[in-house]
Nanobody, 124 residues
């Protein structure tokens, strides 16, 4: 059974940083891609970053480009999201996903496996 477990969420002030981790069951390289998504109250889930495990090619939504960095740790089987220069509008539940199958790589409908989420709150 595939399990993805997120950690690292919390509360920070504007301009602060957080590092989210997504621990996968099994070897992370067995998944073709990993992604990070977020969902704020009353809004749809949106893709913010993704990475192909084979090539390391990354993709970012414009809202986080230049501030967030997605990366892989093959030794720990994790997908991490380093978030810098956080803004109040980054406040949301953050989810990791794995095994991209269809549609745009930042599309939430394109992934087979999901974690339970970790809350990020940014105060002004």
């Amino acid at each position: 059974q595939v399990q993805l477990v997120e950690s690292g969420g919390g509360s920070v002030q504007t301009g602060g940083s957080l590092k989210l981790s997504c621990a996968a069951s099994g070897y992370i390289g067995s998944y073709n891609a990993g992604g990070w998504f977020r969902q704020a109250p009353g809004k749809e889930r949106e893709g913010i970053a993704a990475i192909y495990t084979g090539t390391g090619t990354t993709y970012y939504d414009d809202s986080v480009k230049g501030r967030f960095t997605i990366s892989l740790d093959y030794a720990k089987n994790t997908v991490t999201l380093q978030m810098n220069s956080l803004k109040p509008e980054d406040t949301a539940m953050y989810y990791c996903a794995a095994e991209y199958t269809m549609g745009g790589i930042l599309s939430s409908s394109g992934y087979n496996y999901w974690g339970q989420g970790t809350q990020v709150t940014v105060s002004s």
